[in-house]
């Protein structure tokens, strides 16, 4: 008898909020300013909407626990797939290493301690080991992790978002809109508003292929797949932008970053005024849910780069320790891995701030470098979905990207440019001797990253 499934529509629309709604990436738009409006609407339209529609089609026309992997295949074979595999891969360890670190100073933050280095140590092995726990069960398995982090991220972000107007109702914004140019885009290569922030804002779209990942846990992915992403998006889009709102309005576009979280909701709740023990009880709650979501992020994200990882070294574009599944049918090993290897970045990374040298701000690094990395990996599925149009056009296509032959490529083509653009901004910044001086880390990382890519994709038979 066929085990009934257990992931239905409404799991499927959660999961989706969940994997495209992260808390943290919503923070370092505040320095945007009242620019980020016009970069919000612009990017949700030439970016969101194609790519939500295109991972719609493709994940209902070749619906597979692959995803990106197998679509890229089929459109340029194995090297360019490992290509994806690797960068898909390797953005989630660093992501892990990134949160655990976070997850570490937000609990400083909350009581008020500065940690000894080994019990950060501690405290990151065990974020990094239960999310790896869990990254072996089955998406219908820890469905409620899912939906309990979907829950909390929207009372989070929405509360925060609420704030940020009783804030403007009492006080008046911190970074008022004076004229219609207050909402134009700064176009230069400012680091700190200008068109290096393209890829922020990207970034918080990414996660739409994921969803078609759960084909496998789905009892009509088909029709199930398509309104999931779109009602998701919308949902998505409209928490990103509420909280988004409310750190211009009290920030009064300054950055800010995970780490800075507990001092964030002590600011904007005490500017509505809370006070004292309501003031406490506010912050240790909403700092606790934050934790929370950073375990549901890697749980909901965990099952689509695992079946990646793990479909790719079965098809010999990933190393062999990739392979295997448990009894459940998960890509456990793959899961083990991500473990290994988040920990090891994160050892070292405490390791040598304690004793090395000042290396204060491993979150940025961790973050930027997943940024990164994530970021290439998709480069090649805009091209695929074209590529699959022209060479596979009788495949039944249950959900189609509306348009004709002139719409479809500019359906594409546009968001790969803007990811592309995005790519370039995050990792060269402003072009300036002085910035890349001081993020020879990075360059380091990125360069080291290609560098075994392209080892992997060496070694790939054809």
């Not at 979907?150 to 970074?175: D, M, P, Q, R």
């Amino acid at each position: 008898m066929e085990k009934k499934k257990k992931f239905k529509l409404f799991d499927a629309i959660l999961a989706t909020v969940c994997i495209t709604l992260v808390v943290e990436s919503t923070m370092p738009t505040a320095a945007i300013g009242n620019s980020q409006y016009f970069w919000w609407l612009l990017l949700l339209i030439a970016f969101c909407l194609p790519y939500g529609m295109i991972s719609a089609e493709l994940s209902t026309a070749y619906p597979s626990e692959a995803g990106m992997y197998d679509w890229v295949k089929r459109a340029f074979g194995k090297k360019w797939a490992g290509r994806v595999a690797w960068n898909y891969w390797i953005n989630f360890p660093l992501w892990i290493a990134s949160l655990a670190t976070a997850v570490t100073t937000v609990i400083a933050g909350l009581f008020e301690v500065e940690l000894a280095w080994w019990v950060v140590i501690l405290i990151q092995l065990a974020y990094i080991w239960l999310t790896t726990f869990l990254g072996t069960k089955r998406v219908g398995e820890s469905k409620y992790i899912v939906n309990l982090g979907t829950f909390f991220k929207v009372l989070v972000l929405g509360t925060l978002g609420i704030l940020g107007f009783v804030y403007l109702a009492k006080n008046g914004s911190e970074n008022p809109i004076t004229s219609f140019s207050d909402l134009l885009p700064d176009l230069s290569l400012n680091i700190d508003s200008g068109l290096p922030f393209i890829s922020i804002i990207i970034f918080n779209f990414l996660g739409f292929e994921v969803v078609g990942s759960f084909v496998g846990d789905m009892d009509n992915p088909k029709k199930d797949i398509p309104k999931a992403l779109i009602i998701g998006g919308i949902i998505m889009a409209i928490f990103y932008i509420l909280p988004a709102t409310a750190f211009n309005i009290v920030l009064g576009g300054s950055s800010v970053d995970p780490e800075d979280m507990v001092q964030v909701f002590q600011g904007i709740f005490g500017a509505v005024g809370l006070s004292g023990t309501a003031l406490k009880v506010a912050v240790y709650a909403f700092g606790f849910m934050l934790i929370y979501t950073f375990i549901a992020n890697i749980s909901s994200w965990s099952f689509g780069v695992d079946e990646v990882a793990k479909y790719a070294a079965d098809d010999g574009s990933m190393p062999k320790a990739f392979k295997g599944t448990n009894k459940e049918g998960v890509a456990s090993n793959a899961s083990i891995m991500n473990g290994i290897v988040a920990s090891i970045i994160s050892v070292a990374g405490v390791v040598v701030a304690e004793f090395f040298t000042d290396f204060s701000d491993a979150f940025s690094l961790f973050f930027c470098l997943s940024w990164i990395t994530l970021l290439l990996g998709y480069t090649p599925m805009f091209l695929a979905f074209l590529k699959l149009r022209k060479t596979d056009p009788n495949t039944e296509r249950p959900y189609r990207v509306p348009g004709g032959k002139v719409a479809e490529k500019v359906l594409a083509i546009v968001p790969f440019v803007f990811l592309v653009l995005g790519i370039i901004f995050t990792i060269f910044g402003d072009f300036s001797v002085e910035y890349l001086q001081d993020n020879i880390p990075l360059l380091v990382g990125v360069g080291l990253s290609l560098l075994i890519q392209e080892i992997l994709v060496f070694r790939i038979k054809k």
